[in-house]
């Protein structure tokens, strides 16, 4: 599975768009753009995924540039509750039974 | 849907102890996985089932480490003569096979400490 590079920490206010990247730059062709979070003391929760057009959910956007190499999540409207860390993973679905490699994510501090 | 849960949430034990925790996944959930948590790290794979068998190991799971789940359900994960390097958090999660992407579904973990 390709390797993702992540910010170690970001900050946001809250009510702003919390955007977080991730770099992807070895990214083949069948693998997909997860994203996952944790907040602090739960497991991780799944957030969103694409391949290489843009995505949206109740949750995120996720926004996947043309070559793929890189990514950016979107929080348009980001609270007190999405402090956590944020993880991007990259995964080929076609061992898609196997383990999410987590890295160590961005801690993301949305403050008031 | 109750999620993942997983018992006990806590557990502390002296070194040389050995310990049992036990993870029951979304009912209807085929696949269950495993994963170790350390402090400022990101959770690590240890081992994977697709119902009853177990598919997958990680190197990390050493020989003192066992996993098991009989009928398909829930799984149990065995630490034989901890260490202190075993204290960490322990991560359940299940997925099921015909769902769309790959979402695991996490519980909310075992924090083990090994005094």
């Known amino acids: 599975d390709a390797k993702t590079t992540q910010p170690p920490s970001m900050d946001c206010a809250e009510g702003r768009a919390a955007n977080l990247p991730c770099n992807h730059s070895t990214i083949s062709g069948n693998e997909y753009v997860y994203w996952y979070r944790q907040i602090h003391s739960q497991g991780p929760q799944y957030i969103i995924h694409?391949?290489?057009n843009n995505e949206t959910n109740e949750m995120a956007s996720l926004i996947i540039t043309e070559d793929r190499k890189s990514s950016t999540l979107i929080l348009p409207h980001a609270t007190l509750r999405d402090t956590a860390v944020y993880y991007c993973?990259?995964?080929?679905?076609?061992?898609?039974?196997?383990?999410?490699?987590f890295g160590k994510g961005t801690s993301l501090l949305v403050t008031p | 849907d109750t999620g993942v849960s997983q018992d006990p949430r806590h557990k502390i034990t002296k070194r040389g102890q050995n310990v049992t925790f036990r993870c029951d996944p979304i009912s209807e959930h085929n696949r269950l996985y495993w994963y170790r948590q350390t402090l400022g790290q990101g959770p690590e794979f240890l081992t994977y089932?697709?119902?009853?068998?177990?598919?997958?190991k990680s190197r990390l799971l050493s020989d003192r480490f066992s996993a098991e789940r009989p009928k398909g359900s829930f799984s149990t994960l065995e630490i034989q003569r901890t260490e202190q390097g075993d204290s960490a958090m322990y991560l359940c999660?299940?997925?099921?096979?015909?769902?769309?992407?790959?979402?695991?579904?996490f519980g909310p973990g075992t924090r083990l400490t090994v005094t």
């Open positions: 694409g391949l290489k």
């Open positions: 993973i990259v995964r080929s679905d076609s061992n898609s039974g196997y383990a999410l490699n």
């Open positions: 999660a299940s997925s099921f096979t015909g769902g769309i992407g790959y979402e695991q579904y």
């Open positions: 089932f697709q119902n009853e068998a177990q598919l997958e």
